[in-house]
């Protein structure tokens, strides 16, 4: 009779759960089938503008990861290599970038089963200086396609 009186008392303890569990209403959210905005200050996916990169590498140096590979392939051209599949969004090579060009967006869905939608390959023009030889890059898109030969024969900016 002791065997049943305890299994009762089990019962009642986990019909108490239950009811107490549906007096509270639903506590998850609805996602995946409804929009999920992030909190501010979220660092999702990393986005690059490869118009403001200039190819300093100090996004490399800093990323913990190793999500960033510079190499320099000719003299006048630096090659920048983004493994994004590495990433843990710690967001050390947005507060290095001095021009901005990377940032953490709110995206945080990104999951793939094509490996190259995790790679980006930048390749950054290295204007040299004509007195010392050190590389720059031309301030000006302008000045970018005059120094890069787009304008042979044309004069103006600096050319």
Not at 83 to 109: D, H, M, N
Request: some cysteine; glycine content about 10%; charged content about 25%.
């Amino acid at each position: 009779m002791t065997d049943i009186g305890e299994e009762v008392k089990v019962f009642l303890s986990k019909l108490r759960e239950a009811l107490i569990c549906l007096k509270a209403g639903r506590v998850t959210l609805g996602y995946p089938f409804t929009p999920h905005e992030p909190q501010p200050g979220f660092r999702g996916k990393i986005t690059l503008d490869p118009d403001l990169c200039f190819g300093c590498g100090g996004c490399a140096n800093v990323c913990p990861a190793g999500v960033i590979v510079v190499t320099d392939s000719e003299q006048l051209q630096r090659t920048l290599e983004f493994f994004w599949r590495r990433c843990t969004y710690c967001g050390k090579c947005q507060e290095v970038c001095p021009e901005g060009a990377i940032r953490l967006s709110q995206q945080f869905e990104t999951a793939t089963n094509a490996p190259q939608d995790m790679f980006m390959r930048l390749e950054v023009f290295m204007g040299p200086c004509q007195r010392c030889g050190r590389c720059f890059t031309p301030p000006t898109a302008l000045d970018r396609m005059m120094k890069t030969g787009f304008r042979e024969g044309l004069r103006g900016g600096r050319a």
